[in-house]
């Protein structure tokens, strides 16, 4: 059974930073992709940062560029986003993904597997 389990959110004030993790469970990682997706109360499940599991290329949303880096721990299983100079619009609930990399980086229907996310608030 596999298993995403995200911890590291809290509550941030304006221009801090914060380290989420996932670690991952019941998989195996080939040809992988893992993303970080993030939803706040009435809005979509929206784009945060992806890499792929072999070589490591990523890429991040607009939003986040130079803010935001995803990264991994292959021995570990386990995903990172390191979030710097947060903003009130980061505040949402971030889940991180799985799936197969020959889907679309940026799209939730590209990843077939979700941890229950982890609550980022930010505030000014």
């Known amino acids: 059974q596999v298993q995403l389990v995200e911890s590291g959110g809290g509550l941030v004030q304006a221009g801090g930073s914060l380290r989420l993790t996932c670690v991952v469970s019941?998989?195996?990682?080939?040809?992988?992709?893992m993303g970080w997706f993030r939803q706040a109360p009435g809005q979509e499940r929206a784009f945060v940062a992806a890499i792929t599991w072999i070589g490591g290329n990523f890429h991040y949303a607009d939003s986040v560029k130079g803010r935001f880096t995803i990264s991994r721990d292959n021995a570990k299983n386990t995903l990172y986003l390191q979030m710097d100079s947060l903003k009130p619009e980061d505040t949402a609930v971030y889940l991180c993904?799985?799936?197969?990399?020959?889907?679309?980086?940026?799209?939730?229907?590209?990843?077939?597997?979700w941890g229950q996310g982890t609550q980022v608030t930010v505030s000014s």
């Open positions: 993904a799985a799936g197969p990399r020959t889907g679309q980086g940026s799209s939730p229907f590209s990843y077939d597997s």
């Open positions: 019941g998989r195996t990682f080939g040809n992988d992709r």
